[in-house]
């Protein structure tokens, strides 16, 4: 079935590069998406990519996707301690087209100390 | 401001006890959704509805409940059938399911549920 994963705790100084990392099984996927949580609060896009697509990059953030190896990163330049939330992969497929349903990972806490 | 809002914040309940959470948007979406989130695990849909008067069940629909009387109101019942209801409830929505699908779903601020 599918299925995304995410390592669930990374720590970083501040003004360091953060890479955050998920995997995905679904070949069929179209979207794949970064998703930021603060603490107590929902989730905002931070940004996707497009399966067709091997890189973006929106500012501090760069997304790099490896479709060979279904591997999708979030880099983070000059990590401040705003960034300190868990961040969420997700995936979405053709397959979900009759759902609009994301498959989310299990979300990676980001730590940034000053 | 446009924007979904959900309530209670927080939410203190005993077993066997029916708890509804509210979950309203201003910003005129036809879809809405109901997520869980549970620690160091991802997003799990409950119910989703593309339309009014429309609804179906997520991957873990089992002990909750949804109406969709109104565009603007996604109201979940979690039931007493649920055996493990305390949890991070996510309310979203967005414009039609496809906009779903592109990953652009708006969230809630959440409900936290807490069975005593």
Redesign the interface.
């Known amino acids: 079935g599918e299925d995304?994963e995410q390592s669930?705790f990374l720590s970083v100084r501040e003004g360091d590069s953060s890479v955050i990392n998920c995997t995905y099984t679904d070949s069929s996927s179209?979207?794949l998406?970064w998703y930021k949580q603060e603490p107590?609060?929902?989730?905002?896009?931070l940004t996707?990519i497009f399966s067709n697509m091997d890189m973006k990059q929106d500012q501090r953030l760069t997304v790099l996707l490896n479709k060979k190896d279904k591997h999708l990163s979030l880099r983070i330049a000059d990590t401040q301690t705003g960034d300190s939330a868990i961040y969420?992969c997700?995936e979405?497929s053709l397959r979900?087209?009759?759902?609009?349903?994301?498959?989310?990972?299990?979300?990676t806490t980001l730590q940034v100390k000053p | 401001d446009g924007g979904i809002t959900q309530s209670p914040k927080y939410l203190f309940r005993k077993e066997g006890q029916n708890v509804t959470l509210s979950c309203e948007q201003n910003l005129n979406h036809d879809a809405m959704y109901w997520y869980r989130q549970d620690p160091g695990q991802g997003l799990r849909l409950i119910y989703y509805s593309q339309i009014v008067n429309d609804f179906q069940k997520g991957d873990i629909a089992e002990g909750y409940s949804v109406s969709r009387e109104k565009k603007e109101s996604f109201p979940l019942t979690v039931t007493s059938a649920q055996k493990n209801p305390t949890a991070f409830y996510l309310c979203a929505s967005s414009i039609d399911r496809l906009a779903g699908l592109a990953g652009e779903l708006f969230f809630g601020e959440g409900s936290r549920l807490t069975v005593l």
Not at chain 1, 96 to 107: A, E, M, P, W
């Open positions: 995304v669930l179209t979207y998406y107590g609060a929902g989730l905002q896009l996707y969420f997700a979405g979900s087209s009759n759902t609009g349903k994301l498959i989310f990972g299990q979300g």
